[in-house]
């Protein structure tokens, strides 16, 4: 099995942060999204919180996987996720340079190979986000488990003249391609989006200004600061 390398795209404002590598040699200058390898049995989105801190000096909270992975070489892959800062302004430590990029700039630089599939999904979120994936007040993700009741949602929230995206969560924990819940991420009003909840069986969780939860905690499902399901329908 590939070794697992975790990278944050950190959303702020509708731009995300791209750092430039230094090294090795043949990658030097070229951009990625920070992060960095797994340890053994060390989880993805603790993974990803430990190399941010160590690499750019700040905290993040992790809000989405990003679909899938890309292969790194012969022996590793590389995941990516959405995630806002949640202390400190990003310093290099690491990389030479960092920029925040907007959508259309992402085209502008010379991205490392494998990060370049999780472009346009980024793009999405990015033209979508400054108030969904980036946090911030008023997010709301509705979390279900199954993909066409996600995009159902989508697209009921969108008739109704929200913004909706459907991306793939990843349990804090959870390192295994089955089992992830859908959540569509969307700006519609907490009674608009329970009542989609209750309709497609699924959870509420809000994105206010809480602590992120930190590495180690129990599997947690879907590490939510906040959960609203009705039992009584
Ligand atoms: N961090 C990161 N690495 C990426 C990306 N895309 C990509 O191909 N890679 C490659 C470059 C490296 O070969 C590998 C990650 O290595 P790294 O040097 O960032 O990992 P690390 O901080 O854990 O470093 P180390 O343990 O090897 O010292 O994955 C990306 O977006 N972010």
Known sequence: ?????????????????????????????????????????????AALEREIAEELGCD???????????????????????????????????????????????????????????????????EHAASLAGGGSGTRRII????DD?????QRLRADGFDAEVVRERLQGEDDDEDHPWAVLTDAPALIAEVLVDEFDGWLDEEQEQP????GSPLDLPTAPRRIKRTDA
């Open 60 to 126: 993040i909270e992790v809000t989405a996987w990003l679909e899938g992975s890309t292969p790194i070489g012969e022996t590793h892959e590389l995941r990516a996720a959405l995630a806002r800062l949640t202390r400190g302004e990003p310093t290099p430590t690491e990389h030479d340079e960092v920029r925040w990029l907007a959508p259309d700039e992402l085209d502008t630089i010379d991205w490392l190979e494998p990060d370049r599939p999780f472009l346009p999904e980024l793009r999405f979120a990015l």
């Open 150 to 154: 996600a995009l159902a949602v989508e």
């Open 1 to 45: 099995m590939r070794k697992v390398v975790v990278a944050a795209a950190i959303v702020r404002g509708g731009r995300v942060l791209a750092a430039r590598r230094t090294a090795p040699p043949e990658a030097a200058g070229r951009w990625e999204l920070p992060g960095g390898k797994c340890e053994p049995g060390e989880p993805p989105t």
């Open 212 to 215: 992120a939860p930190r590495a």
């Open 144 to 147: 279900v488990f199954d993909e």
